[in-house]
């Protein structure tokens, strides 16, 4: 009798801000588990998402994107996104395609020539370029890294999105799965859902408040009729910042807390009462404690 062979393994997401690296691995994994803004840079910290292709347990690394960092912030997620390609079993390179190859794609490209870690590269959202322009990209990247594999994809439509996740899982190595079945995430319920609260931030201002708030999840109760109640505390850095974030009268903290309390209901499958309040913390990027609150390492 022929025993089922299983196969596990670390993939690494790594690409400039901006790229679709989270709305690729939730298309992979097929459901949310990373952030999504059409702002750059919101991925802060390393989260894994779990993609299963028939007998494969594929971990897919969200990392943040690696850009030229100026703040300990910033620091702290490129590093991030480096040691995820350093732990990792095989690296997927995500190029925005309209954007083409950017300054920032060059320094990664330059830094992947010496890795020695097997390489995919997924030419993202196919969708909104033309293909003499994408077939140019993909010429380039190829004769400068030399990849196993090259795909074509819209991760926002789903395009190509099949054939590489089939791909990837026969890249992954023989051996038993590393986590249950039904999980799709290496990250708590309050890490994701302080991710889910800071997403409606992100997404509802803007630019009125560029990477200037963090969001710890302080206190969780579960309730015997199945509810969760849930106190956050939205960190900013100025008194100006925190009047952006209330509104007037309100009405803007009351609509981050309505978006977050219903992704984060989804996402938990169970009803929300969700508490929010705006803290001023003028040097809340030099506090250590945020830093493991939100899943970062400290960078000197």
């Given at each position: 009798m022929s025993q089922t062979v299983t196969r596990a393994?670390?993939?690494?997401v790594i690409g400039a801000p901006n790229a679709g690296?989270?709305?690729?691995?939730?298309?992979?994994?097929?459901?949310?588990?990373?952030?999504v803004s059409a702002k750059a840079q919101t991925t802060r910290s390393r989260l894994m998402g779990i993609a299963i292709h028939e007998q494969t347990q594929?971990?897919?690394?969200?990392?943040?994107?690696?850009?030229?960092p100026r703040r300990r912030l910033d620091r702290a997620m490129v590093a991030a996104a480096w040691t995820g390609a350093q732990d990792a079993d095989l690296i997927l390179l995500v190029?925005?395609?309209?954007?083409?190859?950017?300054?920032?794609?060059?320094?990664?490209?330059?830094s992947l020539r010496d890795r020695?870690?097997?390489?995919?590269?997924?030419?993202?959202?196919?969708?909104?370029v033309k293909k003499p322009k994408l077939l140019g990209i993909s010429v380039d990247v190829t004769t400068r890294l030399d990849p196993e594999k090259v795909f074509m994809i819209s991760a926002a439509q789903g395009d190509?999105?099949?054939?590489?996740?089939?791909?990837?899982?026969?890249?992954?190595?023989?051996?038993?799965w590393l986590y249950p079945e039904d999980e799709v995430s290496d990250a708590t319920d309050r890490m994701?859902?302080?991710?889910?609260t800071r997403e409606q931030i992100v997404n509802q201002l803007y630019e009125e408040l560029p990477y200037a708030s963090a969001v710890e999840t302080e206190a969780w109760e579960d309730r015997p009729d199945g509810s969760a109640v849930i106190r956050q505390q939205i960190i900013v850095e100025r008194d100006s910042q925190k009047a952006i974030v209330i509104g007037k009268g309100g009405r803007?903290?009351?609509a981050i807390g309505a978006g977050a309390r219903e992704e984060i209901a989804r996402h938990l499958g169970r009803p929300v009462h969700l508490f929010l309040h705006v803290k001023v913390e003028p040097k809340w990027g030099e506090d250590r404690a945020i830093y493991r609150e939100i899943g970062l390492e400290w960078a000197d």
């Amino acid at each position: 009798m022929s025993q089922t062979v299983t196969r596990a393994g670390f993939v690494a997401v790594i690409g400039a801000p901006n790229a679709g690296k989270s709305t690729l691995v939730n298309a992979l994994v097929g459901q949310k588990v990373a952030i999504v803004s059409a702002k750059a840079q919101t991925t802060r910290s390393r989260l894994m998402g779990i993609a299963i292709h028939e007998q494969t347990q594929i971990l897919l690394v969200d990392t943040p994107g690696i850009f030229e960092p100026r703040r300990r912030l910033d620091r702290a997620m490129v590093a991030a996104a480096w040691t995820g390609a350093q732990d990792a079993d095989l690296i997927l390179l995500v190029i925005d395609s309209a954007a083409g190859v950017t300054p920032e794609v060059d320094r990664i490209i330059a830094s992947l020539r010496d890795r020695g870690l097997p390489l995919f590269i997924a030419l993202n959202k196919i969708d909104l370029v033309k293909k003499p322009k994408l077939l140019g990209i993909s010429v380039d990247v190829t004769t400068r890294l030399d990849p196993e594999k090259v795909f074509m994809i819209s991760a926002a439509q789903g395009d190509g999105v099949p054939d590489l996740r089939e791909a990837l899982a026969a890249a992954m190595r023989k051996g038993p799965w590393l986590y249950p079945e039904d999980e799709v995430s290496d990250a708590t319920d309050r890490m994701i859902a302080a991710e889910l609260t800071r997403e409606q931030i992100v997404n509802q201002l803007y630019e009125e408040l560029p990477y200037a708030s963090a969001v710890e999840t302080e206190a969780w109760e579960d309730r015997p009729d199945g509810s969760a109640v849930i106190r956050q505390q939205i960190i900013v850095e100025r008194d100006s910042q925190k009047a952006i974030v209330i509104g007037k009268g309100g009405r803007r903290l009351k609509a981050i807390g309505a978006g977050a309390r219903e992704e984060i209901a989804r996402h938990l499958g169970r009803p929300v009462h969700l508490f929010l309040h705006v803290k001023v913390e003028p040097k809340w990027g030099e506090d250590r404690a945020i830093y493991r609150e939100i899943g970062l390492e400290w960078a000197d």
